[in-house]
């Protein structure tokens, strides 16, 4: 199982954060968590349900973790590992994570991916979500996975979809001409985009995009195409 304790720091202010996987006694917490992290228009059915949290720990407890400060739990993050070549198909988001119950876990996979990643709002500010991704990139070198994967929302690209094609927004993100808070903290975290992927969540917006952005193990050489 997996726990880390380090210092943060927040306007001038150091706090304590404890990085661990969450338990049962956790969910109503996580469940708040999601709710105040995902308002609308981003829809309710796809926050987490005690099931749903209940299916994580019983298929990769490992993978799903939470962070708290102070003593609070103020953020999640959850994975599952799958087998993952550029070669596949797109697929959506409930297609690769079973709609969030993890149940294709496949403990023999390559590949580290992440169901969801999210932050009390009033938590934002304490690089936590760096710190969690940081935490999950550990365990892709502990499990000696090829990588994490992810597909990332891009919640200011309906912004410009009727000017931009997604590959054309996405060159811009990268070289800092636009800047989107999923996909420009995803850089900054380390992560690279791979493609974008039409239809991968309902996100209106994201124009129901998704970006597949990866980090690679630099401790294995030969990595999957």
């Given at each position: 199982m997996y726990r880390k304790e380090q210092y943060v720091f927040k306007d001038n202010h150091i706090h304590k954060a404890v990085i661990r996987n969450y338990r049962e006694n956790d969910f109503d917490e996580l469940i708040s968590i999601q709710q105040k992290a995902f308002p609308p228009p981003f829809p309710s059915d796809l926050c987490w349900n005690k099931d749903q949290l209940t299916q994580h720990l019983s298929h990769f407890p490992l993978g799903a973790i939470c962070v708290e400060i102070d003593g609070k739990l103020v953020g999640s993050m959850t994975s599952l590992i799958v087998d993952f070549t550029l070669t596949d198909p797109p697929h959506t988001w409930e297609e690769i994570t079973d709609n969030g119950y993890i149940r294709n876990h496949k403990p023999n996979g390559n590949t580290l991916y992440v169901v969801d990643l999210?932050?009390?709002?009033?938590y934002r500010g304490f690089k936590l979500g760096k710190l969690m991704m940081e935490a999950m990139y550990e365990i892709v070198v502990h499990l000696h996975l090829e990588r994490l994967l992810g597909g990332a929302r891009i919640p200011t690209y309906h912004k410009v979809?009727?000017?931009?094609?997604?590959e054309e927004y996405m060159k811009k993100l990268t070289r800092g001409e636009y800047k989107d808070p999923v996909i420009t903290f995803l850089?900054?975290?380390?992560?690279t985009p791979l493609k974008a992927i039409k239809d991968y969540i309902e996100d209106e917006e994201s124009c129901h995009y998704g970006v597949l952005m990866e980090w690679r193990n630099?401790?294995?050489?030969n990595h999957t195409p």
């Open positions: 999210c932050i009390t709002p009033d979809a009727d000017t931009l094609r997604i850089l900054q975290a380390g992560r630099p401790f294995i050489k």
